[in-house]
T-cell receptor
């Protein structure tokens, strides 16, 4: 079955600390992988995506993610978190050449001063 | 600028009435659009795939007679929630796929509250 798992429902980090949000997927075909961020009451903003090529993907706002096929993972990282990064983060997987996405449960990030 | 326009952003309707949400592609012709639903504090769940000129494809468990999808043109898909009930209150968001750029665009979403 196709699925996306974000093991951490809620994470709290101190401002300036590093961040890693985990994402594991189960997908029969070669996946397209995405990370989105959602602020309360808002829509989705694309942070980064992976289709092929270099497995380390750079995104906006200083985020990066690494695709590890052997581990079926696509973890999101940021070296230094800012208070404005507090939001809900969603990992998603889709088929190449299509637009249908399967989302993970989301990880709520809190940033403490 | 925005590629996808979704309207309305917020809507409140009475129980038993119907409400229509529009999703417009602003920059290109979209033969396929997607509708998702997100309950508070939950993830996004795909409801249906909207196909221009043909019937929508609904995901398992989604009532096609309750959530009517019309994709009459290459730039507009509509989702109509019929006979709405409070449990239909949710965040509805559309997306479209641009094959030329290999990119998925999301609308800003629509908050529906049924009272």
């Amino acid at each position: 079955a196709q699925s996306v798992t974000q093991p951490d429902i809620h994470i709290t980090v101190s401002e300036g600390a590093s961040l890693e949000l985990r994402c594991n997927y189960s997908y029969g075909a070669t996946p397209y992988l995405f990370w989105y961020v959602q602020s309360p009451g808002q829509g989705l903003q694309l942070l980064l995506k992976y289709f092929s090529g270099d497995t380390l993907v750079q995104g906006i706002k200083g985020f990066e993610a690494e695709f590890k096929r052997s581990q079926s993972s696509f973890n999101l990282r940021k070296p230094s978190v800012h208070w404005s990064d507090a939001a809900e983060y969603f990992c998603a997987v889709g088929a190449q050449g299509g637009g249908k996405l399967i989302f993970g449960q989301g990880t709520e990030l809190s940033v403490k001063p | 600028g925005a590629v996808v326009s979704q309207h309305p952003s917020w809507v409140i309707c009475k129980s038993g009435t119907s409400v229509k949400i529009e999703c417009r592609s602003l920059d290109f012709q979209a033969t396929t659009m997607f509708w998702y639903r997100q309950f508070p504090k939950q993830s996004l769940m795909l409801m249906a795939t909207s196909n221009e000129g043909s019937k929508a494809t609904y995901e398992q468990g989604v009532e096609k007679d309750k959530f009517l999808i019309n994709h009459a043109s290459l730039t507009l898909s509509t989702l109509t929630v019929t006979s709405a009930h409070p449990e239909d209150s949710s965040f509805y968001i559309c997306s479209l796929y641009d094959s030329s750029g290999n990119t998925i665009y999301f609308g800003e979403g629509s908050w529906l509250t049924v009272v």
